[in-house]
């Protein structure tokens, strides 16, 4: 069989520097929409050594006693007292707070009210941007298979760290898979998997990655791992010194592991630390629950959606909506963007609403993906909207 391509994604664990700050973000704007649903948060996290720095603008009722929320988020993660890491723990970490309110001149752009040079009062979108949503049939959870293979691991290896299975792995990880494609564009084997995991002083380098490759194999598809999968586990022999004393970690740079894994296009804003009405977010929540729909109708095997805006304009401008099907559609592309048009509405009000995102539910996304969890509202398919796509 003639193969076409390899294509391989990556993902990191929750207790990557990188997703520290995430879930320290995210954290905070939960906090404040459990209080205060109206919150406007934009909250960017630094983690280093034994420093947490928190950046940004957020106007909210809600009262907050930032520290804690660190110091509660970094100890679930795992980096708990001095005993388990001497430098990054929820125990000593330093915590230095640069918060202020949203600048007023953008709030007037995303509040639902008229204002002098506003172009009408309907709540307008947080910021210009693109934003873009991808789906492929190729997995059941709609998404391509080498992120979600590599999301897999990490999740399996931090249920096991969580359990306590083994003594030895601590928080810091991650994870890489190689899928290769056959003509049909569906994966026909796994040529590679990465697996690095942090580790404490007395763990012996053999024992992990027999563990560790065993690990691999119970949570990969049988039928695409063949003989010659090779698995590099730990290749550097040692990984002690890891999360935020061995690297920074910053808000937002880990979006392709948020997103697809390269294989669909990304528009450049992170989600983490944002409100809804920051359609970085909202945005790209809903061209993935949109293009999921498409792919769920049956009319591709595989879409991305591009929507963008204009800060302060409640519509969608420019293309309006692109859609990309890559030769797989069932109908003219323009037949699904008429129908599009018809089941969803990509006006910032109106997506928050439909997917409810005025909610304290972001902390549940940000790890392991922001998709392809059952219980986030953008994942979940909605009967009568499938039935315009499939033009019933």
Excluded at 168 to 192: F, M, T
Aim: proline share 4%; net charge negative; with cysteine.
């Amino acid at each position: 069989m003639k193969h076409l391509h390899i294509f391989t994604s990556e993902s990191v664990g929750e207790g990557h520097p990188d997703k520290v700050a995430d879930l320290i973000s995210d954290s905070i704007v939960d906090a404040c929409l459990a209080q205060d649903p109206s919150s406007r948060v934009a909250c960017e996290t630094l983690v280093k050594d034994n420093h947490v720095v928190l950046a940004g603008e957020i106007t909210t009722q809600a009262v907050l006693d930032y520290e804690k929320i660190v110091r509660d988020t970094v100890n679930e993660i795992g980096y708990r007292t001095a005993a388990d890491d001497d430098v990054f723990n929820a125990e000593t970490l330093h915590v230095v707070n640069y918060l202020s309110t949203q600048s007023p001149d953008i709030a007037q752009g995303v509040d639902a009210r008229a204002a002098e040079g506003k172009d009408g009062c309907e709540q307008g979108a947080g910021d210009q941007g693109i934003m873009f949503g991808y789906a492929s049939n190729e997995t059941p959870e709609l998404m391509p298979a080498p992120i979600m293979f590599s999301h897999r691991i990490m999740r399996e290896l931090a249920r096991r760290r969580h359990a306590g299975e083994v003594a030895w792995l601590r928080p810091d990880s991650k994870s890489q898979v190689a899928v290769e494609y056959g003509a049909n564009g569906k994966p026909v084997r796994i040529l590679n998997v990465v697996l690095s995991t942090q580790h404490t002083e007395d763990a012996d380098i053999e024992t992990i990655r027999a563990y560790c490759r065993q690990l691999i194999i119970d949570v990969l598809p049988a039928e695409l791992i063949t003989p010659e999968t090779e698995y590099f586990i730990n290749p550097t022999g040692r990984f002690v010194v890891g999360g935020p004393h061995g690297d920074s970690g910053l808000t937002g740079r880990k979006i392709i592991v948020d997103t697809y894994g390269g294989m669909g296009r990304h528009g450049g804003g992170a989600f983490s630390g944002k409100d809804c009405s920051k359609v970085d977010r909202s945005g790209a929540y809903m061209c993935r629950w949109v293009a999921k729909h498409v792919v769920a109708a049956g009319l591709a095997d595989r879409c991305e959606l591009q929507v963008a805006y204009a800060i302060g304009k409640a519509s969608p401008v420019s293309i309006m909506i692109d859609v990309e099907t890559y030769g797989t559609a069932t109908v003219d592309d323009e037949v699904i963007i008429e129908r599009i048009k018809k089941a969803f509405s990509f006006k910032p009000a109106d997506m928050e609403s439909v997917l409810g995102l005025r909610r304290p539910i972001f902390r549940d996304s940000t790890n392991y993906g922001h998709f392809a969890k059952d219980e986030l509202p953008w994942e979940q398919l909605d009967p009568t909207r499938l039935s315009i796509l499939k033009g019933e």
